[in-house]
């Protein structure tokens, strides 16, 4: 039941900053735990960021940790992915999913987690001079 649709991609300097945005709707939000993903052509999808439910408990990958931020308002059904000091290896396309289960923080950065049964349909960012 639960819908997702990211919004904030775009054309960025490097040396940028961006903030994506994921917003929910249809079922309890803080129930679940949101991930960030990224792909780009021809490579498999990528863990960025993931947060627990209540917002308490953050993972980032090696290459974004020190650059993004992640973050939800459950109050207003959204998580938020501020992407600061961009560089052109970040250009991808963003989702960002959504599940539940007792242990998928766990591993919430495993975009093939079947938890994870929701996902939104992706906002470009590009960063190029």
């Known amino acids: 039941q639960l819908q997702l649709v990211e919004s904030g991609g775009g054309l960025v300097q490097p040396g940028g900053s961006l903030r994506l945005s994921c917003d929910a709707t249809?079922?309890?939000?803080?129930?679940?735990?949101i991930g960030w993903f990224r792909q780009v052509p021809g490579k498999e999808r990528e863990g960025v960021a993931c947060?627990?439910?209540?917002?308490?408990?953050?993972q980032y990958s090696d290459s974004v940790r020190g650059r993004f931020t992640l973050s939800r308002d459950n109050a207003n059904n959204t998580s938020y992915l501020h992407m600061g000091n961009l560089k052109p290896e970040d250009t991808a396309v963003y989702y960002c999913?959504?599940?539940?289960?007792?242990?998928?923080?766990?591993?919430?950065?495993?975009?093939?987690?079947?938890?994870?049964?929701?996902w939104g349909q992706g906002t470009q960012v590009t960063v190029s001079s």
């Open positions: 999913a959504a599940g539940r289960g007792l242990r998928l923080f766990l591993t919430c950065l495993n975009p093939s987690q079947r938890e994870y049964g929701n």
């Open positions: 249809g079922d309890s939000f803080d129930y679940y735990v």
């Open positions: 947060i627990s439910s209540s917002g308490g408990n953050i």
